[in-house]
Antibody
Framework: QVQLQESGPGLVKPSETLSLMCSVSGGAIDSASYYWSWIRHHPGKGLEWIGH???????SYNSSLKSRVSISVDTSENHFSLKLTSVTVADTAVYYC??????????WGRGTPVSVSS | QSALTQEASVSGTVGQKVTLSCTGNNYNIGSYDVGWYQQISQGAPKTMMS??SLPSGIPDRFSASKSGTTASLTISGLQPEDEAEYFC???????????FGGGTKLTVL
């Protein structure tokens, strides 16, 4: 059974960089079939896709966040990471990682809440 | 505003059949399979349908279909544990990214 687990600080100051990691267990991250996504859920709003990465390093990002987002993958450690720069209170959300197969999400992490506050 | 349009709320009684809809355009739903995700009390989303495929462990009272640019999730025989928020999602090739619906809050009366 594939499991994903997000980790990282729950509190980030405005203008700083948010860094999260998603550890994958029960399956290899370097499978050609999958992409690995970051998604967030703002309080009281819907889900927002942040971006994804293939084990080869190929990435796509949400155009609204593209200038501030970077996703990387570490196949030796079987995890992938998110960096979001210059955060504001608008980046306060629960952040999820998920696995994609054929452009559909099949496995999700439990999510990690991130608050942006001074 | 979400790229995909879902009803804000739907309700039904135990045992009833309910259908949730998700409307997009030819760049997204009209071109790609749609996923349906259940979220209970802001917990982790759970994949309920991948296109028209039922993931392992999901009750077969859940089914999905698509016609043109509208996708539907049907629950036949509504159960109390089905009360949750449901999101639809798919790929959008004009945006080169995934898009989500705003979510439908399903209440079991």
């Amino acid at each position: 059974q594939v499991q994903l687990q997000e980790s990282g600080p729950g509190l980030v100051k405005p203008s700083e960089t948010l860094s999260l990691m998603c550890s994958v267990s029960g399956g290899a991250i370097d499978s050609a079939s999958y992409y690995w996504s970051w998604i967030r859920h703002h309080p009281g709003k819907g889900l927002e896709w942040i971006g994804h990465i293939h084990y080869s390093g190929s990435t796509s990002y949400n155009s609204s966040l593209k200038s501030r987002v970077s996703i990387s993958v570490d196949t030796s450690e079987n995890h992938f990471s998110l960096k979001l720069t210059s955060v504001t209170v608008a980046d306060t959300a629960v952040y999820y990682c998920a696995r994609e197969l054929n452009s559909l999400f099949d496995y999700w992490g439990r999510g990690t809440p991130v608050s942006v506050s001074s | 505003q979400s790229a995909l349009t879902q009803e804000a709320s739907v309700s039904g009684t135990v045992g009833q059949k309910v259908t949730l809809s998700c409307t997009g355009n030819n760049y997204n739903i009209g071109s790609y399979d749609v996923g349906w995700y259940q979220q209970i009390s802001q917990g982790a989303p759970k994949t309920m349908m991948s296109g028209d495929s039922l993931p392992s462990g999901i009750p077969d009272r859940f089914s999905a279909s698509k016609s043109g640019t509208t996708a539907s999730l049907t629950i036949s025989g509504l159960q109390p544990e089905d009360e949750a928020e449901y999101f639809c999602s798919t790929w959008d090739y004009s945006l080169s990214g995934h898009v989500f619906g705003g979510g439908t809050k399903l209440t079991v009366l």
